[in-house]
């Protein structure tokens, strides 16, 4: 069983920035540990589904973004501390919501929510006008 766990969230002034982590415990059901999956950023804000933020493969070579926090969101990775992060910069308002670090990725879509099994219970953000 893979475990999920973000830091980092808060309450941010508009055009501010924040860093989010995401530690990963345990192991998937075929054994692979963090340094072998992927992991995807959603965020849901209140009243509003859960949408895609970003990915990354298990190398960090390769990141995807949603076009509205393209240029302003990056998606790191350190695989000795089995962490992913995600740092976001110029933030708005309308960004106000809990952001969700997933993994489980094996099939599908990445920027599908139902492509992941593994979920973490989201951190808070806040971005005041």
């Known amino acids: 069983q893979v475990h999920l766990e973000e830091f980092g969230g808060g309450l941010v002034q508009a055009g501010g920035s924040l860093r989010l982590s995401c530690a990963s415990s345990?192991?998937?059901?075929?054994?692979?540990?963090?340094?072998?999956?992927?992991m995807g950023w959603f965020r849901q804000a209140p009243g509003k589904e859960r949408e895609f933020v970003g990915f990354?493969?298990?190398?960090?070579?390769?990141?995807y973004y949603a076009d509205s926090v393209k240029g302003r969101f990056a998606i790191s990775r350190d695989n000795a501390k089995n962490t992913v992060y995600l740092r976001m910069s110029s933030l708005k308002p309308e960004e106000t919501a809990i952001y969700h670090c997933?993994?489980?990725?094996?099939?599908?879509?990445?920027?599908?929510?139902?492509?992941?099994?593994?979920w973490g219970q989201g951190t808070q953000v806040t971005v005041s006008p």
């Open positions: 990354t493969t298990w190398s960090g070579n390769n990141m």
């Open positions: 345990g192991r998937d059901a075929s054994g692979r540990t963090f340094s072998n999956l992927s």
């Open positions: 997933a993994s489980g990725h094996y099939s599908g879509t990445y920027y599908d929510t139902t492509s992941y099994i593994y």
